[in-house]
């Protein structure tokens, strides 16, 4: 009776307008009974979603990767010899060959110094043209003097002139010989006048020079920066630098370099040749081989490059030389380094988030097999940023938990 009623019902809920409202009713069910099931599986095995990996074998790299700046082994510094403003600048990036103009500086006052020696040096070449004038036409009366008391003595001896007439016209020439030393030292001093104001002409010559800085070398136009950490910035037209002052660099860009620090905990697989892959960020799909060649002996603070104060990390500066030649590779760009400390050809790895330490502060990982789980202690021989490679504890295929199981 029961079971005649119910088969009724359903096929009255299933004809005509009911058979929407049935559909629902029969989908709220299977839903509710999914979300059931669900809840109780899990409550019967909780580690059943915990992410998991296997343990693979192949080829790793282990690099150690730190950012930094290229600079030219070899450059030209060009430093300020004045203090003057800067009127014009070659421009950064340009190339430049030995003898092109670099920077031109503010020169007016020096063109009026040298206009003012100039015209000193005429006048003291006009005196010394005059004195050396009077000093001929003296020594052509004193000679004329001379030659007329050298006659005289002879003439008093027969009676022709008196002594004292003799001895007047010596006198007369002494004086004139006299006159004629003090003239040449007159001459004297008027040439060294026009020395000295041809030298004040060359001063003033060489500081308005100066005031143009010319290319002692061809070379890439890199500008210098002024200011300090926190306010940087690079040289610019109207500037007064003071004397002494980096102004520009020209870099031999046949050879390239790459600045950085390492970590002090790094500092053990550093060595010298260390291979290393360059990669530039104006440039991200190139790639550039080198190799380190210089590694300090002596630590440091690192500075923030935000607050551009010391912090309590200790680096060591490293360089690595660039092996290629490429016009991409100038100075001051920002680069990627990829130092390669080690490679392995055909070892175990596995995922750096399936490595954990347990109580007795082993090395382990929890190996899945089906619905059980077990702990491994395992031996990491190294790791790199990705992957730890496994010498000991574990078999190639393996499936391993990214996540530290909560039972077991």
Known sequence: MDTQRIQAW???????????????????????????????????????????????????????????????????????????????????????EEGDTLIVFESEKYLISKGEAESSLLVSKADLVRVQSDLEAQRAKEEAARKSFEALPELAKKGFLQESEVEQARLGYLELRSKSRSMSASVDAARANVERSERAVAQQDRKLRQGVVLAPRAGLVVYAMTGDVENQKKISVGMTPFEGMDLMYLPNISSMMVDTEISEVDLAKMRLGLPAEIRLDAYPDAVFQGELVFIADLAKRKISRITGKATGAKVFDVTVKVSAQDKRLKPGLTATLDLIVNEYANELFIPLEAVFVDEQDQTVAYVKNRNDISTRV????????????????????????LNRPSTL
């Open 10 to 96: 359903l096929e009255k809920m299933w004809s005509g307008p009911n058979r929407r409202q049935t559909l629902m009713i029969l989908a709220l069910v299977l839903v509710t009974l999914f979300f059931l099931g669900n809840t109780f599986l899990a409550s019967d095995d909780g580690d059943a979603s915990i992410p998991s990996a296997k343990v693979k074998r192949g080829q790793v790299t282990i690099k150690i990767t730190e950012s930094g700046e290229l600079r030219a082994q070899d450059q030209v510094t060009i430093s300020a010899v004045t203090d003057k403003q800067m009127l014009w600048l070659a421009p950064e990036g340009a190339w430049v």
């Open 378 to 401: 395992i031996h990491i021989l190294e790791s790199n940023d990705r992957v730890a490679v496994v010498r000991e504890g574990l078999q190639d295929g393996e499936e391993v938990l």
